[in-house]
């Protein structure tokens, strides 16, 4: 048998090697163009004190994470323990975004509520969550239209920021945070940043 | 042989029927839960520039439903990210503008036509590569087999492989 017909075999091999490479990515991960660029700038009222209105420059000079939640959302419930171990254990600050606290819940007709209500419902919800899954967040703002997070770049709920003490961001996590995504991606990231600061 | 390629024939034509149905049945169902979204997307006043904004809508990619475009899809972000393209294009933005605006947030997957770049050259040129390769590889094949010589039978063996044939023949109509 003369090696030339093996070519075809051999092409077979290469596509079948393609392949396995192509069903290990996942299509729902689109890299961020945001990586490497500052943070997104927004003027957001508190959760907690909504009168306040503050920014990501309220954290520069440290690291933080930017975690983007809704109490509709179910991965965020799955997460939000491992938040609380990384805020109490590890030292994280974490800013949350609350995501369109009502106009994005599904079970909720929100067609004739007006701004005002919007506003108040989301605050009332967002803070009884807060108050019975405990608050990992140096604080939360309320983002009721979701503008500040297509400015981020978010397209769904929960996603994580890791954003340097120059404001820049260094990577972006899509999906909940449990402890091996910690330990392997987040963790090292995390460490890089604070070492960085020091 | 012939009735064989009948058969084949009616069972494309069942595929294509089929086919048929299912795509109706697909847009029909797409139709009607777009008119039950309606009031979610807001089209503006002016129909010339909810026109634009449509045309650009189909151009970009929706993030939740990777294989809509954000004027057809249902999900919410597709929604707003279409009261956005509505919105900027109200303002006086320009159709680059706001393409610009999204890919700002997004990056080229938004854009069923990304830009051509390193990145993207596999994706640009790598069909026409392929297709070149097979046809340069189909003209060898039969360039080579053009010139194969046919082989000649001496007239003894050209009377056995005749004696051969209406041997068969004879059979095949008893």
């Not at chain 1, 003027?43 to 909504?50: F, I, M, T």
């Not at chain 1, 930017?66 to 491992?82: D, F, I, P």
């Not at chain 1, 890089?192 to 020091?198: D, F, I, M, P, V």
């Amino acid at each position: 048998m003369k090696l030339k017909h093996l070519i075809p075999f051999f092409i077979f091999v290469a596509l079948l090697g393609l392949f396995a490479y192509a069903f290990r990515l996942d299509p729902r991960e689109v890299p961020s163009p945001l990586v490497g660029k500052p943070a997104p700038t927004f003027a957001l009222p508190r959760v907690d004190a909504p009168e306040t209105i503050v920014g990501p420059d309220d954290l520069r000079g440290r690291p933080w994470m930017l975690n983007v939640w809704a109490t509709w959302c179910v991965a965020c419930r799955e997460e939000h323990a491992m938040l609380m171990r990384l805020a109490r254990e590890e030292g994280v600050t974490l800013l949350g975004l609350n995501y369109k606290e009502i106009r994005g819940d599904a079970s909720l007709d929100t067609s004739r509520i007006s701004p005002r209500e919007e506003r108040e419902a989301a605050l009332l919800r967002a803070r009884d969550w807060l108050a019975r899954h405990g608050d990992p967040y140096r604080f939360s703002v309320l983002d009721l239209e979701g503008r500040v997070a297509i400015d981020y770049g978010v397209y769904g709920v929960p996603e994580t920021f890791l954003i340097d003490a120059e404001g820049i961001i260094r990577y972006k996590h899509i999906g909940p945070i449990d402890e091996r995504v910690w330990r392997e991606v987040l963790q090292p990231k995390w460490a890089a940043l604070e070492g960085a600061t020091r | 042989m012939r009735s064989h390629r009948r058969a084949e024939r009616v069972s494309a034509w069942r595929g294509v029927a089929f086919a048929a149905m299912i795509f109706l049945l697909a847009g029909g169902g797409g139709f009607v839960r777009a008119a039950e979204d309606a009031p979610k997307a807001q089209p503006v006043g002016d129909p010339a520039l909810e026109a634009r904004a449509l045309k650009l809508g189909h151009e970009l990619r929706c993030l939740v439903c990777q294989n809509q475009s954000i004027a057809e899809s249902n999900a919410e972000l597709a929604h707003d990210l279409m009261n956005q393209v509505r919105e900027q294009l109200a303002a006086g933005k320009s159709e680059e503008e706001v393409r610009a605006y999204l890919v700002a947030r997004y990056g080229d997957f938004v854009l069923y036509q990304p830009p051509l770049k390193a990145s993207t050259v596999a994706l640009w040129v790598g069909p026409f590569v392929l297709a070149f390769t097979g046809v340069f590889a189909l003209w060898r094949a039969l360039r080579r087999r053009a010139r194969e010589e046919v082989p000649t039978l001496s007239a003894e063996e050209a009377a056995r492989a005749e004696a051969l044939l209406r041997d068969t023949d004879e059979r095949g109509q008893s």
